[in-house]
């Protein structure tokens, strides 16, 4: 009885257990969002940085932003003035870090290319709304 009880929903009860089980890491589960960053020296500690366009990017004048640098770091600046061109905000930077930090980032080169991470969005919405 009881093996014709487990043969007869079985397959059924499994299937609905996996089904809840990945509705369930679809919402817990949160990827970051990135956007990439090429920033240009300028006279230190004004930089000058061009950013990929993108709604979930929200930049405000006076206000803080941390650069990913892709090799090695992260660097943090305020922002000091913002300009939106079709595809990309233009944003002048101020370095909060000290000189050194801001050289041995650009390592003897006048552009640096990094990421911003926006925010994170729950793996259910990657897969289904993009």
């Known amino acids: 009885m009881v093996y014709s009880f487990?043969?007869?929903?079985?397959?059924?009860?499994?299937?609905?257990?996996m089904f809840c089980m990945v509705a369930i890491m679809l919402d817990k589960i949160?990827?970051?969002n990135?956007?990439?960053v090429d920033v240009f020296a300028g006279k230190f500690p004004a930089c000058k940085?061009?950013?990929?366009?993108?709604?979930?990017?929200?930049?405000?004048?006076?206000?803080?932003?941390?650069i990913d640098v892709t090799h090695g770091g992260t660097l943090s600046f305020t922002i000091?003035?913002?300009t939106e061109e079709a595809d990309f905000f233009v944003?002048?930077?101020v370095c909060m870090d000290n000189a050194d930090t801001l050289i041995k980032a650009f390592s003897g080169n006048s552009k640096l290319?990094?990421?911003?991470?926006?925010?994170?969005?729950?793996?259910?919405?990657?897969i289904f709304f993009r």
């Open 34 to 36: 990135k956007t990439h």
């Open 49 to 66: 940085a061009y950013i990929g366009k993108t709604d979930r990017l929200l930049l405000k004048e006076s206000c803080c932003i941390n």
């Open 113 to 126: 290319s990094g990421y911003v991470y926006t925010n994170k969005i729950k793996l259910w919405e990657l």
């Open 91 to 93: 944003v002048r930077l």
């Open 80 to 82: 000091q003035d913002l």
């Open 30 to 32: 949160e990827i970051s």
């Open 6 to 17: 487990f043969l007869h929903y079985g397959i059924s009860a499994v299937l609905v257990f």
